[in-house]
């Protein structure tokens, strides 16, 4: 089985700012990772996704994210905030390969950015 | 191409009460899903679909159904609501190619009294 967990249910960040929404996996093999972002009364939106390929992953919007084995984390980077970064953000894991494999979802970081 | 459709947004129900939440992709995608979204659980897999015909159970399948009769609909329907199944309840999907969900749709919030 596969999990992930978000640390912090809430980031605070002034406009400019360094955005960092942390994320550490579960997995009995390397998974697949994702992070979706959610605005107010939308459906989620995928920022970004982790295949096994390149372990530095740029998705829309400026955001980033790393995977690194040795620390089970898939954090999400963005060098400046902006207003309209405010959003709640899933982390999310599957197994990797192909198949019907259904991602299990985080419980949600929400970023708050100050003017 | 309207993506992901849900219908209706928001919903009031009575326990007891029974009810279907329609969700409808024009993309062609073989995998739909259910999900329901509560404060602080994130999303968590209710039932879904990897083509029409074929339905499973997800995480928290107990008090709903679903059915799949053709590639575009996939339906979940309250048999009889219970005030634990106020909640957001988003249909998702995807081709086979695509590794996760790709597609949300905007949601239904649902409560019942």
């Known amino acids: 089985a596969q999990s992930v967990t978000q640390l912090g249910s809430h980031v605070s960040v002034s406009e400019g700012a360094l955005v960092l929404l942390r994320c550490n996996y579960s997995s009995s093999v390397p998974p697949y990772l994702f992070w979706y972002v959610q605005y107010p009364n939308q459906g989620l939106q995928l920022l970004l996704k982790y295949t096994s390929a390149a372990t530095l992953v740029k998705g829309i919007n400026g955001f980033e994210a790393e995977f690194k084995k040795s620390e089970t984390s898939f954090h999400l980077t963005k060098p400046s905030a902006h207003m309209s970064d405010a959003a709640e953000y899933f982390c999310a894991v599957r197994l990797p390969g192909g198949g019907s494999y259904i991602p299990t979802f985080g419980r949600g970081t929400s970023l708050i950015v100050h003017p | 191409n309207a993506g992901v459709t849900q219908t209706p947004k928001f919903q009031v129900l009575k326990t007891g009460q029974s009810m279907t939440l329609q969700c409808a992709q024009d993309?062609?995608?073989?995998?739909m899903s259910w999900y329901r979204q509560d404060p602080g659980m994130g999303l968590r897999l209710i039932h879904y679909?990897?083509?029409?015909?074929?339905?499973d159970q997800g995480e928290v399948p107990n008090g709903y159904n679903v059915s799949r009769s053709t590639t575009e609909d996939f339906p979940l329907r309250l048999l009889s609501a219970a005030p634990s199944q106020t909640s957001v309840y988003f249909c998702?999907?995807?081709?086979?190619?695509?590794?996760?969900?790709?597609?949300f749709g905007q949601g239904t919030r649902l409560t019942v009294v």
């Open positions: 993309m062609n995608h073989e995998y």
């Open positions: 998702a999907s995807r081709y086979p190619g695509q590794n996760t969900e790709a597609f």
């Open positions: 679909s990897v083509g029409a015909g074929i339905t």
